[in-house]
């Protein structure tokens, strides 16, 4: 698709320097000509003022031919200043200009100097028609003095970001008061799907800034995941302690088997590259991964924080939410002398069942919502929590034939086993404002009850 409007300025290469000769706007095919010129070199350039904002290429940058990468740099097929695309090569309908790529024209796009000495080419393609282009000069100039292939394309800038946020209650949302998570890198991944696979390609990677926002920008359209690599989850990393925010408020803080697009590694002809799979990742053990994001040009509008590309090119949804991470446990142990408290020498019991009931405060009830057995060591525990809590042992530890029947809860009273006063409550409140509380009463037995 042509770009019309875009000022386009003709100079001629003379022993003094560059001078103006002329200057053109590309009509509604994007096209432009100039016409009546004597023999010689001469250099085009596209004016910097064509990227201001409410100009044709606001928001657009110049093709670098790197597909996914739009740096200009060393190497680059159609943007590396120190080995110019030669405009005099005829090859039609590719790129010849570079940004900044002559420091007489500052941050205009220039092509390098084309030389006109009636050797130029007869068979110009329209690009956008497959036509024969020859016909658009009919200023008189013979075809073999007629060069119309100095051709520039641009690149509509696209971008990704921009939210992470601590997910206090696990509703999946970030709301009023919930506070944002700075210093996390993010990285984003181009999905190449060229040749029938979807091969990722690392294009960038950035820290989330004080407000616990991120942006991509100079983005082409295509396919992309934001990974939250693992390496923020270790110790002293800024999502050490969390988890990824599953939606599911305080009974739901761990991911079901759902399917997730992983980048895994894979050596191909001595090149490492991407290849996008299908896995259960651990959230905190392998990162957090975004599915695959279509960036196009029907982007969600009215987003604020990024500048760089246009509205409508311009995801801002792709937010994390994160949750601290909380835990209960942890030993169930033979009170042998009833005194309420672990005694060296006093043995762990194993394979007791533990239930974890979770208090809902607007509903007022308890849910059972997990079991745990305590091991060899008599531990248990219950991590990934988020709220209000009753811990219990189940009934059946006790039951005639259970591993435990004939055991009963201690009481701390030594030879009394009397329960006798109100026990107190084993309510627990998990949450970052609170440490957690338990009284060991109900987490302990007393020796088993002599029959005979």
Same mark, same amino acid.
């Given at each position: 698709m042509g770009i019309p409007g875009v000022e386009v300025v003709l100079h001629i290469v003379t022993q003094s320097g560059c001078v103006a000769v002329d200057t053109q706007i590309t009509d509604g095919s994007g096209k432009y000509l100039f016409d009546t010129l004597i023999a010689g070199d001469y250099i085009i350039?596209?004016? $910097?003022?064509? =990227? +201001?904002m409410g100009e044709p290429l606001e928001k657009y940058a110049s093709s670098t031919g790197g597909g996914s990468d739009l740096t200009t740099k060393t190497g680059s097929p159609y943007e590396d200043k120190n080995v110019p695309n030669d405009p005099d090569d005829d090859t039609d309908n590719d790129d010849n200009g570079i940004r900044g790529g002559n420091t007489n024209f500052a941050m205009s796009v220039t092509s390098d100097t084309i030389s006109l000495n009636g050797n130029e080419p007869t068979t110009e393609i329209d690009g956008s028609t497959g036509s024969t282009d020859t016909t658009y000069d009919m200023s008189g100039a013979r075809n073999i003095n007629s060069n119309l292939t100095v051709d520039f394309g641009f690149v509509p800038l696209h971008s990704i970001g921009n939210q992470l946020f601590v997910d206090a209650n696990n509703n999946g949302k970030m709301d009023i008061g919930e506070s944002a998570i700075p210093g996390v890198k993010v990285i984003l991944h181009y999905v190449d799907t060229t040749g029938g696979m979807s091969v990722c390609v690392t294009i960038d990677s950035v820290d989330t800034?004080?407000?616990?926002? !991120? /942006? =991509?920008?100079?983005?082409? +359209?295509?396919? !992309?995941? /934001?990974?939250?690599? $693992?390496?923020? =989850? +270790?110790p002293g990393q800024p999502l050490e302690n969390y988890n990824s925010s599953t939606g599911g408020g305080a009974t739901n803080t761990t991911r079901a088997q759902m399917k997730y697009p992983v980048c895994r590694s894979m050596q191909i002809r001595r090149q490492i590259v991407w290849i996008m799979e299908f896995s259960y990742p651990q959230d905190h053990l392998q990162g957090v991964i975004s599915d695959t994001l279509h960036l196009g040009e029907d982007e969600p509008i009215n987003e604020p924080f990024d500048t760089t590309a246009p509205d409508m090119n311009s995801n801002l949804h792709m937010d994390f939410g994160f949750f601290e991470l909380h835990s209960l446990g942890n030993l169930v142990w033979e009170d042998a002398n009833n005194n309420g408290l672990y005694d060296g020498g006093e043995t762990p019991l194993t394979g007791v069942i533990v239930e974890l009931h979770y208090y809902n405060p607007a509903t007022m009830d308890c849910e059972l919502i997990g079991y745990d057995t305590t091991d060899v060591n008599g531990l248990y525990l219950f991590d990934s929590l988020l709220g209000k809590y009753i811990l219990a042992l189940s009934a059946s530890n006790f039951v005639s034939g259970g591993a435990y029947g004939g055991y009963i809860s201690s009481t701390g009273g030594l030879s009394d086993l009397t329960t006798k006063i109100e026990v107190p409550t084993m309510t627990l409140q998990v949450s970052p404002m609170i440490r957690m509380q338990y009284h060991p009463i109900w987490m302990t037995m007393a020796s088993p009850i002599n029959m005979e």
């Open positions: 350039e596209i004016t $910097a003022n064509n =990227f +201001a800034d004080s407000d616990g926002k !991120y /942006v =991509f920008d100079s983005l082409i +359209a295509g396919q !992309y995941l /934001v990974e939250i690599p $693992a390496s923020n =989850f +270790a």
